[in-house]
């Protein structure tokens, strides 16, 4: 399962006062795609990481292999990565280093193959905020990674101040996906390739820009191309969104004789089928606010599933909802 990450709006507010969260260290066994299961049977790596009674992950995360030896090394901070991270190969060998913020990679990271040797290194450009208010979407995807280096699995450089011929390889050798850099950037032809040793995707790049791209079925056919990304809708989109929210929201009695307004952060998945699951307050103001607002989030109807080349993919949300008195 690939999890993408969209927040609707980003919004700074003084939340009241509080006591502080009470934290303790769970353990959470994953699967291969690092999604937690409760199946012993389904696990492939478990993680040990500290958790609130409201479910919010803060502070220390190691990931471990099965047989208990680390597999990622990092920091949560409202759920998100946040910091410094490593990760792992079974032999003990650093993979790869470099810094998360708000869930996303940013900034310079580094990579290693099992045997040591250095095998790529570039930056991660900080992604473009969307909000409710952008009407339309960026009409072309544009890659955020900024290569610096590469080197093949017996030392040869074959990228050097950005520049020159990238490939990617699954753990049996195979071919993944190849293409070349200039200037860090993605530039020209693009490969991607099926299992079978087919082309899947021929995508052509002006500087990181995705501006033309072909996709074909297994059995070599020309077939149809899908944008790189497509983000989940609501039915009917934001103006329907808004009408649901305000025709279902209710000022709950407890905070409107205390006088209370403020925004609620509700986290939540819109699944690879559309559906609303793992409503949670990331940030709320209490007297039952918080409650109306997960109350109003979960009895969403299933949305328009987000797509990734065409296939369904989960989506992380973030969804402020603003309870003010008139």
Known sequence: MLLLRFTLLTVLIVLPMGGYAQYKKVKELLNQHWKVVTDPQEAVYFRTVMKDDNGIRNGRVISYYAEDKPRMVGNYKENDFFGPFLYYYPNGQ?????????????GLWEEWYPTGKPRKAGNYLPKEQTTPDAQTKP?????TYRITSFWDSTGTQLVTDGTGRFYATDDNGKLLEEGTYASGAK??????????GKVKHEEMYEAAELVQGTYFNESGEP??????????????GLPALSNFLRSRLKYPIGAKRRNISGTVFVGFIVDNTGRVKDVKVLKGIGLGCDEEAVRVVSAFPPWNPGRQRGQPVTVSYALPIRFILQ
Do not use: A, F, H, Q
Request: overall charge negative; glycine content about 10%; proline content about 5%.
């Open 94 to 106: 650093v993979e790869s280093r470099g810094n998360y913020s708000d869930g996303e990679r940013l």
């Open 223 to 236: 077939s149809t191309y899908y944008d790189y990304e497509t983000m989940p809708e609501y039915p009917g």
């Open 139 to 143: 009409s072309r995807y544009r890659d």
């Open 187 to 196: 530039e020209g032809k693009w490969l991607d390739y099926y299992e079978n």
